[in-house]
């Protein structure tokens, strides 16, 4: 059997080893014999059982667990993340909190008074322009999301007060405000230009809110 492009396994007293390129098979050697994987079935007369038992000896020998299971309690190896898997069989989180804690109780809260958990921010990303200047206009844009009942008003007065001045900034829909900043070329001052927003409008209709209740009480007044 010739072949230019074949691997051999080479048996010599029971070492195994591979070699390539090889020209020529001689069948009859036993002592030391090159022998094609392909071939095996067709040279099947050149090995005893006892040299097959050999081969796959070497081939796949493998640590019985017993054996796998004193060498692993032998080296007493420590995992990096042993304290990670202990908590999530604990039920806890990296932070130490179990499934009882409010996650957001010690959460970012505005000077408004309404929690940053509860408002959603939406960015855009259109990718590099061929041209100058390589960046859409709208690359920077965020955009502030927030249910009108969730901002902590004390009042009807304040409430309403906020929907006029923002009413054209209402999903009626979903009744939520939304407010848009483009005054920066960076998205995280964006975001805080528009929570400012955010907060002035809230003072405004409370400061508005305010004198209202009070010109109510001069006019009831007698």
């Known amino acids: 059997v010739t072949s230019q492009n074949r691997d051999y396994i080479c048996i010599d007293h029971a070492a195994i080893s591979t070699n390539s390129r090889i020209t020529g098979v001689s069948s009859g050697a036993i002592g030391r014999s090159l022998v094609p994987p392909l071939l095996q079935s067709s040279l099947h007369h050149s090995f005893t059982n006892e040299s097959c ?6 081939l796949f020998s493998t ?5 796998s299971a004193s060498n692993s309690s032998d080296d007493k ?10 908590n999530i069989k604990k039920g806890k989180t990296t932070s130490g909190l179990t499934d009882d804690n409010d996650v957001f109780k010690n959460g970012i809260v505005l000077d408004c008074g309404v929690r940053e958990c509860d408002i959603r921010f939406k960015t855009t990303s259109y990718g590099k322009l061929i041209v100058a200047p390589y960046v859409n206009t709208e690359e920077h844009k965020v955009t502030l999301r927030l249910k009108i009942d ?4 004390t009042n009807n007065t304040e409430r309403s007060t906020f929907r006029q001045l923002v009413e054209g900034k209402i999903d009626t829909q979903r009744d939520e405000v939304n407010l848009v900043s483009t005054q920066f070329a960076s998205r995280i001052e964006n975001k805080r ?7 002035r409008l809230v003072f405004s209709a409370r400061d508005l809110a305010k004198d209202i209740e009070e010109e109510r009480k001069k006019a009831l007044d007698p």
């Not at 969730?150 to 008003?153: K, R």
Request: hydrophobic share 45%.
């Open 150 to 153: 969730l901002i902590p008003f």
């Open 63 to 67: 640590m019985t667990p017993s054996e």
């Open 193 to 199: 230009h528009v929570v400012h927003m955010l907060d």
């Open 53 to 58: 038992r050999a081969v796959r000896a070497n």
């Open 77 to 86: 190896y420590v995992s990096p993340y042993a304290d990670f898997f202990d």
